[in-house]
């Protein structure tokens, strides 16, 4: 299963034409939005929501609703028990600094054996092995 | 959203349709079962339709009560509520094998016009830059 990083949810909606060739060779079913990427982009919906200006406020809330239903069309993975445990282990044995997302989206990534897509794969090139990280945005399918 | 699922036995099996949707429809060979499917099919129907009420005031005038006549108190006409958009499904589980997704092809490009959504995403990747852990045994550099 392919786990998808919040900027990839944004390159899919701006018709990036690599991401939907890959989209096209894959079942939707396989794509899953980790509860992160959800989290990020509900959040920064609702902020500007909540933030908007009179002029704003229609097109703001509009925004946030659109964002919901188009979330609501993913599979979504909440955060599991095993997943927390890989989590407290990874961050147990990190050797630099990370990024706290990422780590949340990586365990969750080895606990499911699965490939997270992302376009910031240097982010996660010490936390995941080869096999299981995905550039969607610059690589095209092969 | 609570559905009226309208349950009928017949020659041995169920049958089962749901009052609001006459489409979505199940026969199985007990209650359970059906009961079971009619739910799926609900799920799977609920993923790729809208409910849109609306307000159609020429109809709303013809379906009216008369005005008071004989003495009798008036009964005042409902309004409707304003036009909504309603989804009825919740999050789908990604080990949810009861119910099939499709490419919601329909949402590229449905930010082509928003000015927030890049700045947004932006944001999102700074927030993350921001939100960091250290190795246990390293001190974090001061600025």
């Keep these: 299963m392919s786990l998808w990083d919040t900027q990839i949810v944004g390159h899919f909606i701006d018709d990036h034409p690599i991401l939907l060739r890959h989209v096209e060779r894959v079942k939707w079913d396989d794509i899953t939005l980790p509860s992160p990427t959800v989290a990020e982009l509900l959040r920064g919906r609702s902020e500007f929501a909540l933030k908007a200006t009179p002029e704003q406020i229609v097109a703001a809330h509009q925004r946030l609703w659109q964002t919901q239903q188009l979330i609501a069309r993913f599979r979504q993975s909440s955060i599991t028990e095993k997943d927390a445990s890989v989590f407290k282990n990874l961050l147990s044995r990190i050797k630099s600094k990370k990024r706290y997302a990422d780590m949340m989206i990586a365990a969750m990534a080895l606990a499911g054996n699965h490939v997270v897509v992302t376009r910031n794969t240097k982010h996660f090139v010490d936390l995941l092995p080869p096999a299981q990280l995905a550039n969607w945005v610059d690589e095209p399918p092969r | ?143």
């Design chain 2, 1 to 143: 959203m609570t559905c009226n699922i309208i349950l009928t036995p017949q020659n041995g099996r169920f049958f089962a349709h749901v009052a609001e949707l006459p489409d979505c429809k199940a026969e199985a060979e007990s209650r359970d079962q059906v009961l079971t499917l009619i739910q799926q099919r609900l799920k799977e129907i609920s993923n790729r339709i809208e409910v849109v009420q609306l307000k159609i005031p020429h109809l709303e005038k013809k379906l009216a009560r008369p005005e008071k006549q004989n003495g009798q108190p008036q009964i005042k006409e409902k309004t409707a509520p304003p036009p909504t958009l309603v989804r009825m499904d919740p999050p789908i589980a990604a080990d949810d094998k009861t119910v099939q997704l499709e490419t919601p092809w329909e949402f590229v490009g449905i930010f082509k016009d928003d000015p927030t959504w890049w700045p947004m995403l932006e944001d999102i990747e700074r927030r993350r830059d921001r939100h960091v852990v250290y190795p246990k045994n390293k001190k974090r550099r001061k600025k």
